[in-house]
């Protein structure tokens, strides 16, 4: 009993002492973070720029994507991007990209490929990958980096700055690189769109033939479709249909890069290893939307908004691309990667050319 009654207030007392700790420990303060708002605000205010700027006298050629990069890029150099939307440029890099390229998809149809037939397929195939295996050989000759030169021959063979950003979901190449990768298929998808109309009144090429060799060569579709249709509406609108054929096929490259990418993680040993393997499920939704479209359930009046919703996305990625780009470590990168641009762009050029030649006779 004594020893009870003897207990009674040692346990008040430890509870006192508990109780004194608690009230009077220091609180830790947990940092709160802004979110993904302002950053995806952002990004899609200088995206919303940039289709504004698109409407000014002679630049309605240059794709918003490119635009909406370019304006990132003179935001992040000149004024600085705000820590309080690092976030949401993260989001838009990432979650937003994927969403524009899924959409992609909607605009792309089986029978645009039965539109160009069997032997215009086959050229703007043989021309892809011939296309971007030079390059990636190019940029190995001249020690370029592996991860911007596989983003500069994506841009190059498939579909300008969409190809870009696709690809580097698998690469994951630096910001820089991408940016990098995006000037070289801005400027010479822009030469190959003032030299085309000149050399085919030259060569004395046929509409198709015209319209395929702009479809199969030229980077952006905008920039074929500036190049294709100064030849007439027969050569505008075949030239748009194989540049869409064209673009069907960033699925299975960028599948194929993805299968590589983790072949390499995979050689390489350690922890590498131990990184899940970048395989890009996105695609599988392009893919899907594809055959969506393919279906024809997609009523025509809806067809415009989705496009318009699908630039505006991708260029909202864009815009968060040039809002993490550095120009000085830009221009580290120095002038060989602008060569493996131009002997890409030159042998698409050339490539091409003889295929149409030797197929349309």
Request: glycine residues 10%.
């Amino acid at each position: 009993m004594a020893l009870y009654l003897k207990g009674i207030p040692m346990k008040a007392e430890m509870m006192l002492t508990l109780f004194h700790t608690q009230t009077h420990a220091p609180k830790t303060v947990v940092p709160t973070t802004p979110g993904i708002l302002p950053g995806l605000l952002l990004a899609s205010l200088i995206a919303a720029a940039a289709f504004a700027l698109r409407m000014l006298p002679g630049v309605h050629a240059l794709s918003p994507l490119i635009l909406a990069i370019l304006l990132g890029m003179a935001f992040h150099n000149l004024i600085g991007t705000p820590a309080s939307a690092k976030a949401g440029v993260r989001f838009s890099l990432k979650r937003v990209l994927r969403a524009g390229i899924v959409l992609l998809g909607l605009q792309l149809t089986l029978s645009q490929v039965v539109a160009v037939g069997g032997t215009g397929v086959l050229v703007i195939a043989v021309t892809l990958v011939s296309t971007f295996a030079f390059t990636v050989w190019l940029g190995r000759m001249l020690k370029v980096d592996a991860r911007l030169t596989e983003l500069i021959a994506a841009g190059t063979s498939i579909c300008g700055a969409s190809a870009v950003i696709a690809t580097n979901t698998v690469t994951r190449a630096r910001d820089e690189d991408v940016a990098y990768a995006v000037a070289c298929v801005t400027v010479f998808g822009s030469l190959s769109m003032m030299l085309y109309p000149v050399l085919g009144g030259l060569m004395d090429l046929g509409p198709h033939a015209f319209g395929l060799w702009a479809g199969a060569s030229i980077h952006e579709v905008a920039q074929v479709v500036a190049a294709a249709y100064q030849r007439g509406t027969e050569a505008g609108e075949f030239g748009t249909i194989a540049k869409l054929t064209r673009v069907m096929m960033l699925a299975p490259m960028v599948l194929g890069l993805g299968m590589l990418a983790a072949r390499r993680l995979k050689a390489s040993g350690g922890e590498a290893s131990r990184t899940a393997p970048p395989l890009p499920w996105f695609v599988f939704g392009f893919i899907a939307m594809v055959g969506v479209a393919s279906l024809g359930v997609v009523p025509h009046a809806v067809l415009q908004p989705v496009s318009t919703a699908t630039q505006f996305l991708l260029a909202i990625a864009l815009a968060a691309m040039g809002l993490e780009t550095d120009v000085r470590k830009l221009a580290a990168e120095g002038f060989r990667p602008a060569l493996v641009g131009a002997g890409g762009w030159i042998f698409i050029t050339l490539v091409s050319l003889v295929l149409i030649r030797l197929t349309t006779g």
